[in-house]
């Protein structure tokens, strides 16, 4: 586990340096992979994707760990009924 962990952590490095020119150019400095991770899950969430989804456009391959760092927000069953009727 903590070989991925590091593999993991190192790959988030380096995406970074590699990142952050574009994110300065386009005026993102605040920007940082896993925010940018995180709002893509988000948009891909809100279109209908499911975790098997969301996990093939981040390369991730287990649909579990997916569901780990990326839960998907659920709605209370109010809400669900309100939107019904």
Do not use: K, N
């Not at 993991?8 to 150019?25: I, L, M, N, Q």
């Not at 920007?31 to 995180?38: E, K």
């Not at 390369?59 to 839960?71: K, L, M, N, T, Y």
């Amino acid at each position: 586990m903590e070989a991925t962990r590091s593999a993991t952590v190192g790959s988030d490095a380096c995406a970074a340096r590699s990142s952050r020119p574009t994110f300065r150019y386009a005026e993102l400095e605040w920007a940082i992979p896993p925010s940018i991770r995180r709002t893509v899950v988000a948009r891909l969430y809100d279109r209908g994707a499911d975790e098997e989804q969301v996990g093939l456009v981040l390369g991730i391959r287990e649909r579990s760990a997916v569901h780990e760092q990326f839960p998907r927000a659920r709605p209370s069953i109010t809400s669900l009924v309100q939107q019904l009727v």
